[in-house]
C-alpha cells in the first residue's frame, strides 16, 4: 500500500514569491493533516481537515498561507508572499476516521533566501 | 489548548545501554500518547502508543509508561542498536482533538 506522498521534497525560493505543497494522503484516509516542522522542533499543526472540511485552522497564518482539500482527497498548501521565517519543512499526514495512528509523508523541505 | 515537555533533548547512550525520555503533559483530559521515531530525511513514524486506561505497554525492546496523576508519560528503549539513532517526539491528545507534540529527542547510539 502507497504511503503518504508529497510533493515537491525540496523547494527553494526568493522572498516574496508564491510557493504550493502537494500531498496525497493514503487511499481511504479521511483525515489529512499540514504540520510544520522547524529545524530543531516537533511538528505544528497548520491545518487538519476532515473529507473536504477544515475543522482546525486555528494555527494557519492566513494572511498568507492556504489550503484547499478538493473532493477530499488530495490537497495543497500554499504561501503567498513567502518570507525567510517560512523555511521549514512542510509534512503532511493522514489518518483513518477515528484511529490515533497519523501516517506521515517525507515532507516538502522550503527554503526562502 | 495542550502543552508538552520532553526531556532531554539529546540523549547519548553506548549500544546495549537502555535509554530513557520523559514528557509531561498539561491537559488533564488528554488520553492518547503516542510516541514518533523520525530518522534524517523522513517524516515521523508511530512507534508505540498507549492510552490512558493502560499503566504501561511493551513490544519487544520498546515500553512506554503513563502516570496520569503526575501528567508524565516515559519511552524506555533497552538494549539500544545503532539503528535506534534517530529523533523521538512524543505526543499527546485529548479525544479526537489534534496531536500536540513534544521538541523532539535526538537519540544518539554508540557502537
Known amino acids: 500500500e502507497a504511503g503518504v506522498v508529497q510533493s515537491p521534497r525540496y523547494k527553494i525560493i526568493e522572498k516574496k514569491q508564491p510557493v504550493a505543497f502537494w500531498c496525497n494522503p493514503i487511499?481511504?484516509?479521511?483525515?489529512l493533516y499540514w504540520y510544520l516542522q522547524n529545524l530543531g522542533q516537533g511538528p505544528e499543526l497548520l491545518i487538519r481537515?476532515?473529507?473536504?472540511?477544515?475543522?482546525?485552522d486555528s494555527q494557519l497564518p492566513k494572511d498568507r498561507f492556504s489550503a484547499e482539500r478538493l473532493k477530499g482527497v488530495d490537497s495543497t498548501l500554499k504561501i503567498q508572499p513567502a518570507e525567510l521565517g517560512d523555511s521549514a519543512v512542510y509534512l503532511c499526514?493522514?489518518?483513518?476516521?477515528?484511529?490515533?495512528?497519523?501516517?506521515f509523508g517525507e515532507g516538502s523541505r522550503l527554503t526562502v533566501l | 489548548g495542550e502543552n508538552v515537555e520532553q526531556h532531554p533533548s539529546t540523549l547519548s547512550v553506548q549500544e546495549g545501554d537502555s535509554a530513557v525520555i520523559k514528557c509531561t503533559y498539561s491537559?488533564?483530559?488528554?488520553?492518547?500518547f503516542p510516541w514518533y521515531k523520525q530518522e534524517l530525511g523522513k517524516g515521523p513514524q508511530l512507534i508505540i502508543d498507549?492510552?490512558?486506561?493502560?499503566g504501561e505497554k511493551k513490544d519487544q525492546r520498546i515500553a512506554v509508561t503513563l502516570n496520569k496523576t503526575a501528567k508524565h508519560f516515559s519511552l524506555h528503549i533497552t538494549e539500544t542498536q545503532p539503528e535506534d539513532s534517530a529523533v523521538y517526539f512524543c505526543?499527546?491528545?485529548?479525544?479526537?482533538?489534534?496531536?500536540?507534540f513534544g521538541k523532539g529527542t535526538m537519540l544518539l547510539v554508540s557502537p
Open positions: 505526543a499527546a491528545r485529548a479525544g479526537y482533538s489534534t496531536l500536540t
Open positions: 499526514a493522514s489518518s483513518p476516521v477515528g484511529a490515533g495512528e497519523l501516517f
Open positions: 498507549i492510552r490512558s486506561n493502560v
Open positions: 481537515y476532515e473529507n473536504e472540511e477544515a475543522v482546525d
Open positions: 491537559d488533564s483530559a488528554s488520553n492518547y
Open positions: 487511499s481511504g484516509h479521511n483525515t
